[in-house]
Structure formats: C-alpha cells, structure tokens
C-alpha cells in the first residue's frame, strides 16, 4: 500500500500563486510516476503534470509554463508549483503514485482562484 497527503490548496486571486505538496508513504517502489490531476464537478478527471522517478516531466495542454511539476525523492514528495492561475483552473487537484500495476490516489486538495 502507499498512502499520498496532498497540502497547499486554498483560495487564491486571479494572477496568484499556490504550491501543492503530496507526500508518499508505504511500500513505494524506487522506479514510479507521481502527478496530479485536476477534476471539475460534471468534467472528466484531467492531467495536469506528471515526473518520473528521474525527473522527467509532462504536462496537460496548454498548462506547461505556468505549472510546474518537481520532486524530492529524499522526501519522497511530489511539488506543484501553480502560477499566474486564472478561475478556470479552480478545481479538486488530486496526486498520484503509480508503479507496474499499481496506482494511487491522494484525497484531493481544492483549488479556487476567484476575487
């Protein structure tokens, strides 16, 4: 098992920062993916940005520059930086921890950019 705690949600202004922190514990493999996605009510879950456990990175469209995704292994944490962000980025964002078979999910931390 592997359990993921997402922090750093919250309200932010139109053109305002968050950064969210996920951090794994339990039987994680040294070879994984970790990432978020991000879900509105109605709309399907949607990637927001994924690394692997060399740090290699990927990003949903039209996100990358404004997001940005990092990791310390040593922490085993997962890091979402969130920039200049607009209220259509308000949603849940969730992490998650994959390796092999497996996949987890993180409880979810909101995200609402609104004045």
């Known amino acids: 098992q592997v359990q993921l705690v997402e922090s750093g949600g919250g309200l932010v202004q139109p053109g305002g920062s968050l950064r969210l922190s996920c951090a794994a514990s339990g039987n994680i493999l040294s070879t994984n993916n970790m990432g978020w996605y991000r879900q509105v009510p109605g709309i399907e879950r949607e990637l927001v940005a994924r690394?692997?456990?060399?740090?290699?990175?990927d990003y949903g469209d039209g996100l990358k520059g404004r997001f940005t995704i990092s990791r310390d292994n040593t922490k085993r944490t997962v890091y979402l930086q969130l920039t200049s962000l607009k209220p259509e980025d308000t949603a849940a964002y969730y992490c998650?921890?994959?390796?092999?078979?497996?996949?987890?999910w993180g409880q979810g931390t909101q995200v609402t950019v609104s004045s």
């Open positions: 690394i692997t456990s060399t740090g290699l990175t």
């Open positions: 998650y921890y994959r390796d092999g078979r497996r996949v987890y």
